[in-house]
């Protein structure tokens, strides 16, 4: 009888041991902030998904001489209303910005520094500028932000920032992008088509080149500045001596 007592006591004890231990385990099949920003290939990944938001050359000719659409125009035919909530093009574009902020908090959590932390950064930086120069476009003043939001943030409640709070953070993340980022030659066929430093100075260029017409011709602002910004990035992306004029 005392050793049946004590068998159980055992077993009750190593069953309590045992449950005792947890063991916490990551899915292996599930890609998670704990398990993803580790390397320079998560962050490339990541990074990857940013190109995603790039304009493609589908119909694009039909604007021009080119070519013609099958389809009705909602425009010529007069159908087309302003849309009562918000549209794709809005939502896409905070859709953007949110991954790339969200690179620019997780990458520096990865094993990679320096220059090629910086370049990472960079290429986020530049899309989170493509994303409110498209804002900035089409709507004006927008909300900005520059963090990663959660349900709950009061973020989500601010009002828009003036043009000129877009403006400098666009002209900042454009600049840290020229800075960092490889010029076209250093990219080399590996990585042939991902954004290259130049491409950070031609878009400043573009942005600095509509704001300062914008605000001549409507009588607000500094437009000498933009426009002065917009000659500036030109000429850098000339004497790069990067790319030639196509001579077809």
Partial sequence: MKNSLKNILAISASILF???CEVERLPETNISDATFWRSE???KTANNYLYTFLPDFGSEDNWSDDA???ASNSISDGSRLAPATATGDFNSQYTLIRAANNILEKGPKTSIVGATL?????EARFFRAWGYFNLLQRYGSVPLVTKTLTDDSPELKAGSATRDEILTLIMADLDFAGAKLPTPTALGTADYGRIANTAALAFKARVALFEGTRAKFHNYGDSKKYL????AASKAVMDSKQHDLYAG
Avoid at 118 to 122: E, N, Q, W
Avoid at 228 to 231: F, I, N
């Fill in 41 to 43: 290939s998560d962050l």
């Fill in 68 to 70: 013609f659409g099958l």
């Fill in 118 to 122: 910086d370049r990472y950064l960079a």
């Fill in 18 to 20: 045992f449950t005792g």
């Fill in 228 to 231: 002065t910004m917009a000659v």
